[in-house]
């Protein structure tokens, strides 16, 4: 079977684009191909910073032949009818079409088309130009003279060559030729840039693979990955240090280069001063570039770079290059680092602010709270400024503490401080060390250990891999912090919408679960809904919409909010949603209770006991359900006097006690005993359906056996709604 090369050579395409691209590239040629009649045995795309390249194995030579037949109208039918027929089979006259005959309807036309296969070279030929030219960049450009036309070819960055080959192993492989804007595809490319920027002839992937190696260009993004990080440990490893990993930059650097060469800098042990965050991301934000760090004594002022070229010097001088930047960044963040530590020149200005909060201004973070107090930085404009919100997440906090077993004091002092770092001169330059730094800054001016880790830890979890905090202190701010944004939002009817949710309000309410769930925390959401309603009127905030929010509103519309993300993050656990469904009420607004409930129902309905209880549950409730539409009567309690047979006196007798010892271990919290309460119910129910009539012909003995059968309803709804339980 044939196979097909394409590649699309270009100037450098920004590292973050070039797996998506290429990615796309496979889907829009498989996709395109099959659509026209072709199928093929593998694909797989290759990207490099100059390239997208697409291998396609075991594609068929032609497509088949295609035979339907189209029914038509009547051969009584109007003119209108016969002309949408014709326009539909392609046809220019109805003679074209056959006369067909059914014994009941008469006879009718039917259109036979026949479509002959055509060679793939001529299908390739024919979709590659829609293709490359409908490409979907982020950013795109025009170049040269041909820009000045309309609709003229956009490409990311300039496109320079195109590969396009066809055939088999044993044979010589086809070029398969078309052109777009004067480009026109072939058989050759170049290799790298500065080595062998010369350009040669391929035939299949095999041979394009293997001289683009020897044109120093590794193709396998993969492979560039391994080199770079091997290469990068044992080159640390020889100067007795650790390569300090990461993937993110590992992935953003192999699309940097097409021929890696590791090389170690270096800059001086001063700025070792400098926690290691800051030099970490600033050397990684401006140069690229991974630290290293001495075995268990934190960073050293070496670090690691990848170049392109292999330079006639070993590198030297692109090493000292690297390293005359590095400096230069970490002269700048050394310079904010001190900054930050120093007084603010305007502490009088500060004072009304500080008295608010009761901030020690002889403290830098404290200071660097009551600026952005005084600054009047708006969160959003129907919620108040930054300090408002502050103010609000500390009450909250306070509130939260004795709930998850914090110091209500240090949970306030932790709320206040936590967003300070918000305005240090670090954070404004790294905004994605926002928290670490509060958390550092925390620790040098001797605030309690759950304070200066709250800092940090009340912003997670940021996605469903980050870790939760732990600590009571950090988990009452995060909390606070969470719910104030949803409480917020929800006010002022800013929720999401579709996939539309530009305040991150599904992460948050995902924190809220997680922070719950796996720090196994109880806590009423109503409640809190409530104080924080009550704090916003208290605090004054401005919007009028604050006055007229109602303990109804969050009930249903907030607290349904947390229980689809409730279901989301419990299916991802593994649960059934069925199971979910039927714990979950419109009230419910424990999320560890209903966490819980599902698993012990889970564990339950996988025993034998648990499956025929349910069955007979089921049954019970569709005869009752049943009865109810046809309005029979059906006793308001049970009289046991009417019992006719043994089996109703022993299912009352199983149902009483189970209710009893049910209701007793739901209010220990004791879910499985809860079930194990209920499994003692199997034996009777199954042996009432086996030998009672429930629809006796004397009304009141049917009436009491359907009463009978509401018991069973009722304690089985004590623990969930088995109507809603699959099986």
Same mark, same amino acid.
């Given at each position: 079977?044939?196979?097909?090369?394409?590649?699309?050579?270009?100037?450098?395409?920004?590292?973050?684009?070039?797996?998506?691209?290429?990615?796309?590239?496979?889907?829009?040629?498989?996709?395109?191909?099959?659509?026209?009649?072709?199928?093929?045995?593998?694909?797989?795309?290759?990207?490099?910073?100059?390239?997208?390249?697409?291998?396609?194995?075991?594609?068929?030579?032609?497509?088949?032949?295609?035979?339907?037949?189209?029914?038509?109208?009547?051969?009584?039918?109007?003119?209108?009818?016969?002309?949408?027929?014709?326009?539909?089979?392609?046809?220019?006259?109805?003679?074209?079409?056959?006369?067909?005959?059914?014994?009941?309807?008469?006879?009718?036309?039917?259109?036979?088309?026949?479509?002959?296969?055509?060679?793939?070279?001529?299908?390739?030929?024919?979709?590659?130009?829609?293709?490359?030219?409908?490409?979907?960049?982020?950013?795109?450009?025009?170049?040269?003279?041909?820009?000045?036309?309309?609709?003229?070819?956009?490409?990311?960055?300039?496109?320079?060559?195109?590969?396009?080959?066809?055939?088999?192993?044993?044979?010589?492989?086809?070029?398969?030729?078309?052109?777009?804007?004067?480009?026109?595809?072939?058989?050759?490319?170049?290799?790298?840039?500065?080595?062998?920027?010369?350009?040669?002839?391929?035939?299949?992937?095999?041979?394009?693979?293997?001289?683009?190696?020897?044109?120093?260009?590794?193709?396998?993004?993969?492979?560039?990955?391994?080199?770079?990080?091997?290469?990068?440990?044992?080159?640390?490893?020889?100067?007795?240090?650790?390569?300090?990993?990461?993937?993110?930059?590992?992935?953003?650097?192999?699309?940097?280069?097409?021929?890696?060469?590791?090389?170690?800098?270096?800059?001086?042990?001063?700025?070792?001063?400098?926690?290691?965050?800051?030099?970490?991301?600033?050397?990684?934000?401006?140069?690229?570039?991974?630290?290293?760090?001495?075995?268990?004594?934190?960073?050293?002022?070496?670090?690691?770079?990848?170049?392109?070229?292999?330079?006639?010097?070993?590198?030297?001088?692109?090493?000292?290059?690297?390293?005359?930047?590095?400096?230069?960044?970490?002269?700048?963040?050394?310079?904010?680092?001190?900054?930050?530590?120093?007084?603010?020149?305007?502490?009088?200005?500060?004072?009304?602010?500080?008295?608010?909060?009761?901030?020690?201004?002889?403290?830098?973070?404290?200071?660097?709270?009551?600026?952005?107090?005084?600054?009047?930085?708006?969160?959003?404009?129907?919620?108040?400024? !930054?300090?408002?919100?502050? !103010?609000?997440?500390?009450?909250?906090?306070?509130?939260?503490?004795?709930?998850?077993?914090?110091?209500?004091?240090?949970?306030?002092?932790?709320?206040?401080?936590?967003?300070?770092?918000?305005?240090?001169?670090?954070?404004?330059?790294?905004?994605?060390?926002?928290?670490?730094?509060?958390?550092?800054?925390?620790?040098?001016?001797?605030?309690?250990?759950?304070?200066?880790?709250?800092?940090?830890?009340?912003?997670?979890?940021?996605?469903?891999?980050?870790?939760?905090?732990?600590?009571?202190?950090?988990?009452?701010?995060?909390?606070?912090?969470?719910?104030?944004?949803?409480?917020?939002?929800?006010?002022?009817?800013?929720?999401?919408?579709?996939?539309?949710?530009?305040?991150?309000?599904?992460?948050?309410?995902?924190?809220?679960?997680?922070?719950?769930?796996?720090?196994?925390?109880?806590?009423?959401?109503?409640?809190?809904?409530?104080?924080?309603?009550?704090?916003?009127?208290?605090?004054?905030?401005?919007?009028?919409?604050?006055?007229?929010?109602?303990?109804?509103?969050?009930?249903?519309?907030?607290?349904?909010?947390?229980?689809?993300?409730?279901?989301?993050?419990?299916?991802?656990?593994?649960?059934?949603?069925?199971?979910?469904?039927?714990?979950?009420?419109?009230?419910?607004?424990?999320?560890?209770?209903?966490?819980?409930?599902?698993?012990?129902?889970?564990?339950?309905?996988?025993?034998?006991?648990?499956?025929?209880?349910?069955?007979?549950?089921?049954?019970?409730?569709?005869?009752?359900?049943?009865?109810?539409?046809?309005?029979?009567?059906?006793?308001?309690?049970?009289?046991?006097?009417?019992?006719?047979?043994?089996?109703?006196?022993?299912?009352?007798?199983?149902?009483?006690?189970?209710?009893?010892?049910?209701?007793?271990?739901?209010?220990?919290?004791?879910?499985?005993?809860?079930?194990?309460?209920?499994?003692?119910?199997?034996?009777?129910?199954?042996?009432?359906?086996?030998?009672?009539?429930?629809?006796?012909?004397?009304?009141?003995?049917?009436?009491?056996?359907?009463?009978?059968?509401?018991?069973?309803?009722?304690?089985?709804?004590?623990?969930?709604?088995?109507?809603?339980?699959?099986?």
């Amino acid at each position: 079977m044939p196979d097909l090369l394409i590649e699309l050579r270009s100037e450098e395409i920004p590292a973050r684009m070039q797996r998506k691209a290429a990615g796309d590239l496979r889907k829009s040629v498989t996709d395109a191909l099959v659509d026209a009649g072709l199928t093929y045995e593998a694909a797989r795309e290759y990207w490099t910073p100059r390239r997208l390249t697409l291998d396609i194995r075991g594609l068929t030579p032609r497509s088949k032949d295609v035979h339907e037949e189209i029914k038509g109208p009547s051969t009584k039918a109007p003119e209108q009818a016969l002309a949408g027929f014709m326009r539909k089979a392609g046809l220019s006259d109805i003679s074209e079409a056959h006369v067909h005959t059914d014994p009941k309807k008469g006879d009718f036309y039917v259109a036979h088309i026949s479509n002959p296969g055509r060679d793939a070279e001529e299908i390739i030929a024919d979709v590659m130009p829609g293709i490359i030219r409908g490409f979907s960049w982020p950013k795109s450009m025009r170049w040269g003279p041909a820009s000045a036309k309309p609709g003229s070819l956009r490409w990311v960055r300039p496109l320079q060559s195109i590969i396009c080959t066809f055939g088999p192993e044993t044979e010589e492989p086809t070029v398969i030729s078309f052109e777009i804007d004067g480009l026109v595809a072939g058989n050759t490319t170049s290799g790298h840039r500065f080595h062998a920027p010369d350009s040669f002839t391929v035939r299949r992937f095999d041979d394009y693979s293997e001289k683009l190696e020897r044109a120093r260009v590794v193709l396998d993004a993969e492979r560039r990955k391994e080199i770079i990080a091997s290469d990068a440990r044992n080159l640390a490893f020889a100067s007795g240090l650790e390569l300090v990993e990461d993937e993110g930059l590992l992935d953003e650097v192999s699309g940097l280069v097409e021929w890696p060469v590791v090389l170690m800098g270096e800059f001086e042990e001063d700025f070792l001063q400098i926690p290691d965050d800051i030099i970490r991301l600033t050397i990684k934000t401006n140069q690229k570039c991974f630290v290293l760090r001495k075995p268990g004594n934190g960073l050293s002022n070496r670090f690691i770079l990848v170049s392109n070229i292999e330079a006639s010097d070993g590198g030297r001088e692109i090493a000292l290059g690297n390293a005359k930047v590095v400096r230069a960044r970490l002269s700048d963040a050394l310079y904010f680092w001190t900054t930050d530590q120093a007084a603010l020149p305007d502490l009088a200005a500060l004072q009304p602010s500080a008295e608010k909060f009761g901030l020690d201004l002889a403290k830098p973070l404290d200071q660097r709270m009551a600026k952005l107090d005084h600054l009047g930085v708006t969160f959003h404009a129907k919620l108040g400024t !930054q300090g408002e919100r502050v !103010q609000r997440i500390a009450r909250l906090a306070a509130e939260l503490a004795p709930v998850v077993g914090a110091d209500p004091k240090l949970a306030t002092r932790a709320a206040l401080l936590a967003k300070a770092d918000l305005t240090t001169e670090v954070v404004g330059e790294f905004p994605e060390l926002q928290g670490v730094m509060g958390r550092i800054y925390s620790g040098l001016q001797g605030e309690d250990a759950s304070v200066a880790l709250a800092a940090e830890d009340h912003y997670k979890p940021q996605g469903p891999s980050d870790q939760v905090p732990t600590d009571p202190v950090s988990i009452s701010v995060a909390l606070a912090d969470k719910l104030d944004t949803l409480l917020g939002f929800w006010t002022i009817n800013e929720k999401p919408t579709g996939s539309k949710d530009p305040y991150a309000l599904r992460r948050a309410a995902l924190g809220v679960i997680r922070i719950l769930i796996e720090n196994e925390v109880r806590l009423g959401l109503t409640k809190q809904f409530v104080d924080w309603s009550m704090n916003n009127r208290a605090l004054a905030l401005k919007s009028e919409d604050l006055e007229t929010v109602g303990e109804q509103l969050y009930q249903s519309d907030l607290l349904s909010f947390f229980h689809d993300r409730l279901k989301v993050y419990l299916r991802d656990q593994g649960a059934r949603h069925d199971l979910i469904d039927a714990v979950i009420t419109p009230a419910s607004d424990d999320l560890l209770d209903i966490t819980r409930r599902v698993s012990a129902l889970g564990a339950f309905l996988d025993t034998e006991d648990g499956r025929n209880l349910l069955a007979g549950t089921k049954r019970a409730a569709n005869i009752l359900a049943a009865e109810e539409r046809k309005g029979t009567a059906i006793a308001e309690s049970v009289e046991p006097s009417l019992f006719e047979l043994d089996e109703e006196k022993n299912l009352f007798t199983a149902v009483t006690q189970s209710v009893s010892l049910a209701t007793e271990a739901i209010g220990n919290e004791d879910y499985s005993a809860a079930m194990s309460a209920l499994a003692t119910l199997r034996e009777p129910v199954d042996s009432f359906f086996e030998a009672v009539l429930v629809n006796a012909e004397v009304e009141n003995v049917r009436a009491n056996r359907l009463a009978l059968l509401a018991m069973i309803r009722h304690a089985t709804g004590a623990v969930a709604d088995f109507s809603k339980i699959a099986g």
